[in-house]
């Protein structure tokens, strides 16, 4: 099974300041045939369940804002959100699905700080 | 409106049964792989299973092999898992979670809570 590691596990930011959060496979999930990376991030708040944030690593789901933006390739990857808003504040999770079964990181917890 | 509702959560002793169901709406049930994800409460996302869009191919957790059955109706525009020879380490809430052909995980629905307790 693929491994996903998040960094950091929590994360406090300020209003209108970057939040980064890292996620890092135990193999590859680029797919050399398409060049894409199985990788995509979801967004957790309280008593909700996931919402997709962004697939292909980098594409970015309709009607989500362009603050968040996805980056990396192979086993490195990485969620940044340019301007932290109020309604961000969540959990983040980061996820492989180039095989099965798939996997998700541990998750980022992010507040205000 | 695109949804989808689970039902079917509930109490159940160790060792019991329960089956899930999951009604989708709003899209064309029939052209996606479904797939159960859980949460354990205060915990994170684990992946439980998976079938393809006519059924004939499903995968399973190493920790629900043997023990839970993936199955959909397209019919019925429904898709069940049911769960045999429950475990405490089962409680959690189940999500009914759709994919294209893309595989990523595009519409959630909101969960059903299975709780395993004596």
């Known amino acids: 099974d693929i491994v996903m590691t998040q960094s950091p596990d929590s994360l406090a930011v300020s209003l209108g300041e970057r939040a980064t959060i890292n996620c890092k496979s135990s193999?590859?999930?680029?797919?050399?045939?398409?060049?894409?990376?199985?990788l995509a991030w979801y967004q957790q708040k309280p008593g909700q369940p996931p919402k997709l944030l962004i697939y292909?690593?980098?594409t970015r789901e309709s009607g989500v804002p362009d603050r968040f933006t996805g980056s990396g390739s192979g086993t490195d990857f990485t969620l940044t959100i340019s301007s932290l808003q109020a309604e961000d504040v969540a959990v983040y999770y980061c996820?492989?699905?180039?095989?099965?079964?798939?996997?998700f990181g541990q998750g980022t917890k992010l507040e205000i700080k | 409106q695109l949804q989808l509702v689970e039902s079917g959560g509930g109490v159940v002793q160790p060792g019991g049964s329960l089956r899930l169901s999951c009604a989708a709406s709003?899209?064309?049930?029939?052209?996606?792989?479904m797939h159960w994800v859980r949460q354990a409460p205060g915990k994170g996302l684990e992946w439980v299973a998976v079938?393809?869009?006519?059924?004939?191919?499903?995968h399973y957790a190493d920790s629900v092999k043997g023990r839970f059955t993936i199955s959909r109706d397209n019919s019925k525009n429904t898709l069940y898992l049911q769960m045999n020879s429950l475990r405490a380490e089962d409680t959690a809430v189940y999500y009914c979670?759709?994919?294209?052909?893309?595989?990523?995980?595009?519409?959630w629905g909101r969960g059903t809570l299975v709780a395993v307790s004596s």
């Open positions: 292909w690593a980098s």
């Open positions: 193999q590859s999930v680029l797919y050399n045939s398409n060049n894409k990376n199985y």
């Open positions: 079938t393809s869009q006519d059924g004939s191919t499903k």
């Open positions: 709003g899209f064309s049930f029939s052209y996606y792989n």
């Open positions: 996820q492989q699905y180039y095989s099965i079964p798939d996997t």
């Open positions: 979670v759709r994919s294209g052909i893309d595989w990523h995980f595009d519409l």
